[in-house]
Structure formats: structure tokens, C-alpha cells
């Protein structure tokens, strides 16, 4: 499939359905032994999929622990090129139109009818491709949120702020009584974060118009998010310096950084960065741009997909249905595999009854952030998220190292994402 067949399949499936030579829509399970190959980077899922297969010994899957994120994008694309893709797939959110343009993977809508109501509207959103189209089922989501130094915020009489006017206004505060100290960091090594600030202020970076992609990175809402911080970092009220150093880390670990927008995995990373302060550490929802409001965006987070290489994609459905769904199956994804599970049921269930280790001090840790994860806005893909994420990476980092406009960085990135669409044959509404 050349470029602009593969352009053309995008984005009719992402403006309505796929089109004919898309993609396979055969499918069976066929009579007798069915044997499914599942490629993921998930830990312990080995004794995840071992309940199924003893509970179900006509449809037995086989673990293959395989690289993450964009390693496996790619060498999945290079496996189905050659008709020797997984049944099955871990895929990140942001990589499934990767993955669709490249005719990898199986709309699987007439298999997985009920499970919308089992996820998030935002969740649900990004595996539904088009009007109708799904393409994965959600697993795990990375709900955002505020962890800030509980003891710290009392010591130094700050309030826990609700709006990201409060937050800067937080942050000023924090500078007047303690110079040395920031209220946290504007980091430009992890794009996922600024993306799911951008979402939580309404971006929907990718778009389709009839045959065309519409890429809006520097939209009114993403503007707004980067001149927020573009605005608290050329202030100097905040750091400037990107996380998981061991600069960062020790300004976590010593209370010179106070508080770090996350998701609802930070406490592991917490952990290993700031082992030193367990207990003094507490989560709250992430300010909002309206006063009351209930929305946040994703950091994180993937999702269980089939392939058009499988020849069992029925099977490979109700298994990946009952991985993300079924209570047993994810109260083992939450103790082998440590994910926060996309399912709402199992983010109140008993596997989470319990606060992460290391907020021993927030035992309503999981309860709170089910209600946080119910206002996850939805998000807008596209096929060249990778490039999008580098040339952030390049562009606002040498914006926040200089303390400059975030403007012209947020115009760089758009162009870069615009120029490479174009380039790879896709056609892009202006």
C-alpha cells in the first residue's frame, strides 16, 4: 500500500468508515483450537492471560513481552508488511491512527458491542475511529492530577490551588516566602504531558475535513496552555529544568520542588525519585480553567487492539473484551501488571481499595481519582505523533532553557507536524 493509498484509508476511517481495501473484515473463530499470539510490554501479563487459558481451552493466548511505545508501532507496521503480525496488540492511544493508516489494524465494532459502557466517553472516544470504527479496546488510562508536599504546603501556609490562575498566583506566593524553592517545573522531555494539558484545555490536535487531515497544534486552547507556562517560566516562579534527572529527583526528594503535574501512576515513580519523603506527599484533582469545573486530561495510558493479520478476529476480540471488562481479569491486570485500569467498575473495585504505598496519608487515594478519571476530556490523534513529540521535545526545550515565547516554539511544532503529513503523502486542509 503506497502513501497516498495508506493517506487515503486514514482519513476516510477517521471521517467516517474505513474504505473498501483498508483493511480485512473477515473473520472466524473457526471450530476447534484457536491459538492467539499477544505482543505486550505490560508486566506480569503472562499470569494475566493464565486465567483465561484455563478457563477457556479452545482459545489459548500466547504472551510475547515485547519493547514499548514506538518500538513496537514500529516493528508491528514492519511484521504486518510482511503478513506476520500478532492476533493481538498493546498499543498506545496516540499510536492507534499510526497503526489504522498503515492498515495493521481490524475494526472489531460488531465483536465488542456493549463495551462502550464500560470506559470513560474520553477513553472510548480515542479507540473509535470515525462514526464508528473501533479499533482497540482501552486497558489502562493516565488520568492527570496535582501531587503536591502536604507538609510543605502547611509549613509555608499555601493553599491547594483549584484554578490555574491560583496555581500561578501559588506559585508567586511560594517564590516571596522561599526564593530557593519552586512550586514545581515546566519539562520539555516528555511531550505526553504538555498534551494532556493541551487536551484538558479542549486542543484537538488532529482532525479530519472529507479526505483531508487538519492538524490544529496551535489552536486557541493549546495557546493558551503555553502561554500559561511559557508566562510562569520567563517570570522565573517556576523551574525550568525537565524531569527524571537527578537534579529533578533531588529537588523532589529535598522539598526545593513541592509539587509535580502528574497522572495517576506518579506515586511509582515517586517512589525511586523521592524515596525520602513518603507520607508527606498528597494527590489532588489538576486546576481547572473554570472555577468548578471536572475535567482532565491523559498522560499515559494503551489500549488491547487486534490485527487484520489475524485470522481468528472474533476470538481475539472476546479475549481482548474480557482482558479490559471482566472483574477477575482486571483485578489481576491491577496486581501483576500495576496498571490503573481503563474499566470505571474496576477503578472503585477491590483491587484498588487499598492507597498506593507511598500515600499512606490519602487512604481515598483510588476513590478520588475515579472521580477525577470520569472527567477525562477527549483527545484527537493523528498519524505523525512521533514527530509532533520530537519537535516539541526540541522546540520547547530550548524555549524553557532560554526562558522565552512558548509562542513561536508552539508555531514550530505545528509547522514541523504540518511539513511531515505533507511529506508523507498525506493530503492536509489548510
Same mark, same amino acid.
Given at each position: ?19 473498501? @481495501? ?23 501479563? =503472562?499470569?494475566?492471560? !493464565? +486465567? ?75 479507540? /473509535? ?12 488510562? @493516565? ?38 524553592? =519552586? ?68 529537588? +523532589? ?41 471536572? /475535567? ?8 488491547? *487492539?487486534?490485527?487484520?493479520?489475524? =485470522? ?18 482486571? *483485578?489481576? +491486570? ?33 476513590? !478520588? ?23 516539541? #521535545? ?6 524553557? #532553557?532560554? !526562558? ?5 516554539? +508552539? ?20
Amino acid at each position: 500500500m503506497n502513501n497516498r493509498t495508506v493517506a487515503a484509508c486514514t482519513a476516510a476511517t477517521l471521517a467516517a468508515a474505513v474504505l473498501t @481495501g483498508c483493511g480485512s473484515s473477515g473473520d472466524s473463530a473457526g471450530s476447534g483450537p484457536v491459538e492467539l499470539t499477544y505482543w505486550t510490554w505490560a508486566p506480569g501479563m =503472562d499470569k494475566v492471560v !493464565r +486465567l483465561w487459558n484455563e478457563k477457556h481451552p479452545d482459545v489459548r493466548v500466547t504472551v510475547k513481552k515485547q519493547a514499548g511505545g514506538d518500538d513496537l508501532v514500529t516493528k508491528t507496521i514492519t511484521a504486518a508488511k510482511a503478513g506476520e503480525a500478532p492476533d493481538l496488540m498493546q498499543a498506545e492511544y496516540q499510536a492507534l491512527p499510526t497503526l489504522v493508516g498503515n492498515d495493521v489494524l481490524a475494526d472489531v465494532s460488531d465483536h465488542v458491542a456493549g463495551a462502550e459502557k464500560e470506559f470513560a466517553p474520553g477513553l472510548w472516544q480515542q479507540v /473509535t475511529l470515525g462514526t464508528d470504527a473501533v479499533y482497540a479496546l482501552p486497558q489502562d488510562s @493516565g488520568p492527570m492530577m496535582l501531587f503536591y508536599r502536604q507538609d510543605l504546603f502547611e509549613e509555608y501556609g499555601l493553599s491547594v490551588p483549584a484554578t490555574w490562575e491560583e496555581f500561578a498566583a501559588t506559585a508567586r506566593e511560594l517564590k516571596e516566602k522561599e526564593p530557593e524553592a =519552586d512550586l514545581t517545573t515546566f519539562s520539555s522531555n516528555d511531550a505526553g504531558l504538555f498534551a494532556g494539558l493541551a487536551q484538558q484545555a479542549g486542543a484537538r490536535w488532529w482532525t479530519t475535513e472529507g479526505q483531508k487531515w487538519k492538524v490544529a497544534i496551535d489552536d486557541t486552547a493549546t495557546r493558551k496552555v503555553a502561554d500559561f507556562w511559557g508566562g510562569l517560566v520567563e517570570e522565573g516562579v517556576i523551574d525550568n529544568q525537565p524531569m527524571y534527572t537527578p537534579a529533578w529527583n533531588n529537588a +523532589l526528594n529535598t522539598g526545593r520542588q513541592l509539587a509535580w503535574v502528574s497522572a495517576v501512576w506518579a506515586p511509582g515513580t515517586l517512589t525511586t525519585a523521592a524515596p525520602d519523603t513518603r507520607g508527606k506527599w498528597a494527590m489532588a484533582p489538576l486546576p481547572q480553567w473554570e472555577e468548578g469545573a471536572n /475535567t482532565t486530561g491523559s498522560w499515559g495510558g494503551s489500549t488491547t *487492539a487486534v490485527t487484520n493479520d489475524s =485470522d481468528h478476529k472474533e476470538a481475539a476480540a472476546e479475549f481482548a473484551t474480557w482482558l479490559n471488562t471482566d472483574p477477575e481479569a482486571l *483485578a489481576a +491486570l491491577v496486581k501483576e501488571s500495576g496498571i490503573y485500569p481503563a474499566a470505571q467498575a474496576a477503578q472503585t473495585g477491590d483491587a484498588l481499595a487499598e492507597a498506593p504505598d507511598f500515600f499512606p496519608n490519602q487512604p481515598d487515594f483510588y476513590e !478520588r481519582a475515579a472521580k477525577i478519571a470520569a472527567g477525562t476530556a477527549p483527545a484527537a490523534w493523528g498519524p505523525n505523533v512521533n514527530v509532533a513529540y520530537s519537535t516539541f #521535545k526540541d522546540a520547547f526545550g530550548k524555549a524553557a #532553557k532560554d !526562558r522565552a515565547d512558548f509562542d513561536a516554539a +508552539l508555531r514550530t511544532m505545528h509547522e514541523a507536524t504540518v511539513a511531515d503529513l505533507k511529506k508523507q503523502g498525506f493530503e492536509v486542509a489548510e
